[in-house]
């Protein structure tokens, strides 16, 4: 299968997640539609790397995941904090910062 | 090659369709969890094998997790409601994400066109079996060429590791109760003065939600988790020893007597 | 002493100086420093005129240059006076006039306070004026033009205190204004024509200039002559400026000031010479003054006014005759002199009456006062006679002549100057019987009285000048000969025989007198209380709709001119300002509203900036 389907594949989902970012109001599934995004990356990073021929796609990908991974501790551990406090996990809760 | 393209493509599409418009938060995390599976597959259909498993244990088994964890704290039966508190976004947001998707694929169909690489990619054959093997390949990269990136990435994850235990730490708002203490509340209460009987004397079934039946037939609070408790998702289970009872009295029927007594 | 005639300046200059700054302190001697330097200004006026005259008649001059005052690239300007025979006829008025009016302020500003300013303020005008008639280049000539309209302002408005005084003292620098303006303009062109300011070099040159450009500086001169002088269309200031104490009216707007406008256009003169478009618009401005003059001064009941509107009609004979050419230059010149001395007399002799009337003005309540005040009668009936041309009195020569020289130009001009001199002698007439003969119609707290000698003896000095000065100046002094080498000589044609002129002249002044006599004299009923008259008494009164014109045209145009400027600044251009303001606040009102604190919308925000970066790079790669 030749790299463009791979990547055409890769925009859809990376289009896909961002969708979720923009219209789910709940802060965990808003950031697993990130997670998506990312994932998206990754698959384009592979291809990549298959396209050149040499790994660096790869190891590339691999700290992006890795990145991803220390991302979503610190992420939902926050998330969890402001429930604690608001009782709510509605990101559109946290609008303070308007005109 | 291909089919396992097609396959995988359009089940990965699916679960990205399904996590961005679930109505219940658990049901985005397992969809999620579908597309990731797919994308290993992907991965390694395309020779990356060790991306491929990472991909299976890190993301869907650790991260995944980690979302359904948070999923059940912060509450699983949350969901989103379907009214829209923005005016115009949903429809601004379609329009511009589809605006995006059709400008990155016109970008990338055009830019490949010319490439010589996107009819013939050069393939990760040669690259894989240098080193004798993908992983063997990573590893040289990845401690070689890349390895100041590979010690501030681990940096990076043990300070999200103490960003995490920071954030998520909650002080204790009384002392934790010492030996003594515990001895003590023991003693002076008639009820545990004796020791509380052990699991299993009491229960009436292996259910967590099923509570021990004390002697006389009344519901042992104590053998219920508390937060069922407060939930109030007891299970009577009187009823199944009534229908327990009937059968034991229909094959023995000399124990009636003790029952009355 | 003789060959400086800055000195001439000086002296009053420094006199005023003093009075000022000593302030109080001075009131005791004042007046009789003032005096004392106007007499030493006319005994150094004496002095150089008897040195100029000691010179050969072709190149009588006495030059003196104090230092040079403007050197900016080509335009060199020095402070230079000269005393030449036409200047020192007029220093000789100057002072002379002058120094008598001092010595009868004396007198007639004895009770007043503030008499040492007044001394002050008259030294100054003194100084002015000679500076005036001594300057050599047309930038002095403007600032000694300037420093009379100053002295003009602060004599006018004396008195403070009265509002009727200050209003007329900024009427009349405002209207000396608009021909200050004339002045400039001459001023500005000359230095651009001839590329100096010099009397002697722009003269020299005047030939080379083309005949539009010494039209226009004519023009603008003859501006500044009307403001200066009191004439059609600037004449409105001159009976406003009554205001002032009668010494006053008597020096600066009878003998001397007003007379400044015809000096200009006199020592100007080659340049009229070479324009006849604006020595036909001096005639022409003459004419019609001389006229309403005449016409003004017959209505008025106030006996300053009446005098006043006499000053403006005689001023217009001589501007009519300066604007006759070569022909009427001395004649002109000739007038100005005696008229000083007539109507310098009359004024005074009008204060004195004044004095002893208790200030009253209105000659309605006059009457029969020639027994009370006889030394005042006798001299005003000389100057009466003067002006309206009997002979031998000085304003026969002068006015004789004018008439002569209107003739020999055209029968139009000659018949408006005889027929001024007709009217001349009706209003003139009418002072007369009005205020000195007929029934007395007194107030009731009036005691007429003689006024002390120091106010009668200037009367005496100048009733005899306007007796014997005329035929003195003209058949001993030779005027005619003493002002050629300046003024130059003309011949002209009588359109009929000359012996005619004097019968003509006599027959018209007598109709007059008759006219008035029928009026007001004998056993004449004159009304205390103004009868309301016939249109043109009432049109008369009005000063010919001067005053009238001058709001409707100039003064309520201006006024709306500047509301509308006013409205125009308040809405449009203010209304411009607030406009962007207020839109700038109302945009950035309607703006801030896309910061609505929500994640999602920034989210959206971010990923449409995403589309404008790729679509950028899309439009790099593959444009």
């Keep these: 299968m030749n790299p463009s389907a791979y990547l055409a594949l890769a925009a859809v989902l990376f289009c896909l997640g961002a969708t979720g970012v923009l219209l789910r109001r709940n802060a965990i599934v808003m950031f697993m539609s990130v997670e998506l995004m990312l994932n998206a990356a990754n698959l384009a990073l592979v291809t990549a790397s298959r396209m050149h021929g040499n790994l660096d796609g790869q190891v590339f990908a691999f700290f992006s995941m890795v990145v991803a991974a220390a991302e979503v501790v610190v992420g939902l551990a926050i998330i969890v904090q402001i429930f604690r406090s608001r009782r709510s996990a509605s990101i559109d809760d946290a609008s303070l910062l308007k005109f | 090659m291909t089919a396992v393209f097609w396959i995988c493509a359009l089940l990965s599409v699916a679960g990205a369709f399904g996590m961005v418009f679930s109505r219940k938060a658990v049901h985005s995390a397992l969809w999620l969890a579908l597309t990731m599976v797919n994308l290993a597959v992907l991965y390694v259909s395309q020779q990356a094998e060790f991306l491929g498993i990472v991909q299976v244990v890190v993301y869907t088994g650790a991260v995944m997790m980690l979302f359904l964890f948070v999923l059940m704290i912060v509450g699983v039966d949350s969901s989103d409601s379907l009214v829209e508190t923005i005016r115009g976004h949903r429809g601004a947001s379609i329009a511009a994400v589809s605006a995006l998707l059709v400008l990155v694929v016109t970008m990338v169909s055009q830019g490949m066109q010319t490439m010589a690489i996107n009819r013939d990619p050069v393939g990760l054959a040669r690259a894989n079996s240098d080193e004798g093997g993908n992983v063997q390949g990573i590893a040289k990269l990845l401690f070689g060429r890349y390895v100041f990136a590979f010690e501030v990435t681990s940096a990076l994850l043990i300070t999200a590791v103490l960003g995490a235990m920071v954030l998520a730490h909650r002080d204790r708002i009384r002392a934790l109760p010492g030996q003594e203490e515990l001895s003590r509340q023991r003693l002076m209460n008639p009820a545990t003065a004796a020791g509380l009987p052990a699991p299993g004397v009491y229960a009436r079934h292996n259910a967590v939600d099923t509570p021990a039946l004390l002697p006389d037939g009344s519901v042992a609070e104590n053998s219920l988790p508390g937060a069922l408790q407060l939930r109030g998702v007891a299970h009577d289970v009187r009823e199944e020893v009534a229908v327990t009872r009937a059968a034991e009295l229909a094959a023995d029927p000399t124990q009636a007597q003790e029952d009355e007594s | ?623």
Excluded at chain 3, 119 to 135: G, K, P, S
Excluded at chain 3, 241 to 264: C, K, Q
Excluded at chain 3, 519 to 539: C, K
Excluded at chain 3, 585 to 607: D, E, I, K, P
């Design chain 3, 1 to 623: 002493m003789t060959s400086s005639p800055a000195l001439l300046v000086a002296v009053p200059l420094i006199s005023a100086a003093v009075l000022l700054l000593a302030g109080r302190r001075s009131d005791r001697w004042g007046h009789l420093l003032g005096s004392a330097a106007a007499l030493a200004s006319f005994g150094l006026a004496l002095a150089t005129v008897f040195n100029l005259a000691s010179q050969p008649a072709e190149s009588r001059e006495i030059s003196q240059t104090l230092w040079r005052w403007i050197a900016v690239g080509g335009f060199n300007v020095d402070v230079s006076f000269t005393v030449d025979p036409l200047s020192a006829v007029f220093i000789l008025l100057i002072t002379g006039v002058g120094s008598l009016i001092h010595i009868y302020s004396i007198g007639y500003m004895s009770h007043d306070p503030n008499r040492r300013r007044f001394f002050a303020y008259l030294n100054l005008f003194l100084a002015a004026m000679l500076t005036l008639v001594l300057a050599n280049n047309f930038l002095l000539l403007y600032v000694g033009w300037e420093g009379v309209g100053l002295a003009s302002y602060l004599l006018i408005g004396f008195w403070q205190h009265k509002p009727s005084a200050a209003t007329a003292a900024n009427k009349a620098f405002i209207v000396n204004r608009v021909g200050d303006f004339g002045l400039s303009i001459a001023v500005m062109l000359t230095f651009v024509t001839f590329g100096s300011v010099a009397f002697p070099e722009v003269f020299a040159k005047v030939d080379n200039a083309s005949s539009s450009t010494v039209t226009w500086i004519g023009i603008a001169l003859l501006l500044a002559a009307c403001g200066k002088s009191a004439q059609f269309p600037l004449q409105s200031w001159l009976l406003d400026a009554m205001e002032g104490p009668t010494p006053v009216s008597a020096l600066i707007h009878a003998a001397t000031m007003v007379t400044a406008g015809v000096y200009l256009v006199a020592r100007c003169h080659p340049i009229y010479d070479l324009s006849a478009t604006a020595r036909a618009a001096v005639v022409a401005v003459g004419a019609i003054t001389l006229l309403m003059g005449a016409i003004i001064g017959i209505a008025k009941d106030d006996i300053k006014k009446a005098l006043a509107g006499s000053t403006m009609s005689q001023i217009g004979y001589m501007m009519l005759a300066v604007g006759l050419g070569p022909i009427g230059y001395v004649w002109a010149i000739f007038h100005l002199l005696t008229h000083g001395f007539f109507k310098a007399g009359m004024f005074l002799g009008a204060g004195s009456v004044m004095h002893g009337m208790n200030d009253e003005v209105n000659m309605r309540r006059y009457g029969a006062l020639r027994t009370a005040m006889a030394v005042t009668f006798g001299t005003f009936a000389v100057g009466y006679l003067a002006i309206i041309g009997v002979p031998p009195f000085a304003g026969f020569w002068s006015k004789d002549e004018i008439i002569k020289v209107a003739f020999e130009h055209s029968w139009l001009t000659g018949g408006v100057a005889l027929l001024g001199a007709g009217i001349t002698a009706y209003y003139m007439t009418r002072v007369m019987l009005m205020t000195f003969f007929g029934k007395a119609r007194w107030a009731d707290d009036a005691h007429p009285h003689e006024s002390p000698a120091v106010m009668t003896i200037p009367l005496v000095v100048l009733a005899a000048l306007s007796a014997v000065g005329g035929w003195a100046l003209l058949h001993m002094l030779h005027l005619e000969s003493w002002l050629e080498p300046v003024l130059g000589h003309g011949e002209g044609e009588l359109p009929f025989s000359s012996s005619l002129l004097l019968p003509l002249t006599l027959g018209v002044v007598a109709i007059g007198v008759v006219a008035a006599w029928r009026v007001y004299g004998g056993s004449a009923e004159i009304p205390v209380l103004a009868p309301r008259g016939s249109w043109f008494i009432r049109a008369a009164r009005a000063d010919l709709g001067g005053d009238l014109f001058n709001e409707k045209v100039v003064m309520q145009p201006g006024q709306q001119l500047t509301a509308t400027l006013v409205r125009v600044d308040d809405s449009v251009v203010d209304g411009a300002v607030r406009g962007i303001g207020g839109f700038i606040a109302a945009l950035s009102t309607r703006l801030r509203q896309a910061q609505n604190g929500f994640a999602r919308s920034y989210a959206l925000v971010m990923v449409i900036g995403a589309i404008i970066v790729a679509l950028a790079l899309a439009m790099v790669r593959f444009a």
